[in-house]
Nanobody, 122 residues
Framework: QVQLVESGGGLVQPGGSLRLSCAASGKYFSIYDMGWYRQAPGKQRELVATITRGGSTNYADSVTVRFTISRDNTKNTVYLQMNSLKPEDTAVYYC????????????????WGQGTQVTVSS
C-alpha cells in the first residue's frame, strides 16, 4: 500500500500564499489519481482538487482560480499551490490516493495522509 506524508502548512495572512506537498512511498504512485481534501473543525471533509494519472485537474468552486494542483511523478509528489488565501480556507488539508471515476466529486481513494494544518488569520 502507498503511504502519504503532507507538509507545507502554516499560519499566513489573508491574501497570502502557501504550497502544500504530499510525498508518496511505493512504486505505483504514477498509476493513482490523487486528490486534496480539507476539513475545518465541526465541518464535513470536502474535496478541494483532483489530478488524474494523466494530469487532468478539477477543482471545487470555492478554490478554483486561486488554487492549483500538480504532480511530479519522478518525485512521487503531488502539490497544492494556494494563492489569495482567505480565513475560510483554514482547515487541515489531507492528501488522498486512489480516487476513481470521472464525475465530480469522485469517491475518495483508500490511502490518506495524516494532514497538515493551514491557518489563515490576521
Amino acid at each position: 500500500q502507498v503511504q502519504l506524508v503532507e507538509s507545507g502548512g502554516g499560519l499566513v495572512q489573508p491574501g497570502g500564499s502557501l504550497r502544500l506537498s504530499c510525498a508518496a512511498s511505493g512504486k505505483y504512485f504514477s498509476i493513482y489519481d490523487m486528490g486534496w481534501y480539507r476539513q475545518a473543525p465541526g465541518k464535513q471533509r470536502e474535496l478541494v482538487a483532483t489530478i488524474t494519472r494523466g494530469g487532468s485537474t478539477n477543482y471545487a468552486d470555492s478554490v478554483t482560480v486561486r488554487f492549483t494542483i500538480s504532480r511530479d511523478n519522478t518525485k512521487n509528489t503531488v502539490y497544492l499551490q494556494m494563492n489569495s488565501l482567505k480565513p475560510e480556507d483554514t482547515a487541515v488539508y489531507y492528501c488522498n490516493a486512489g480516487l476513481h471515476g470521472s464525475n465530480w466529486p469522485p469517491p475518495p481513494g483508500p490511502h490518506w495522509g495524516q494532514g497538515t494544518q493551514v491557518t489563515v488569520s490576521s
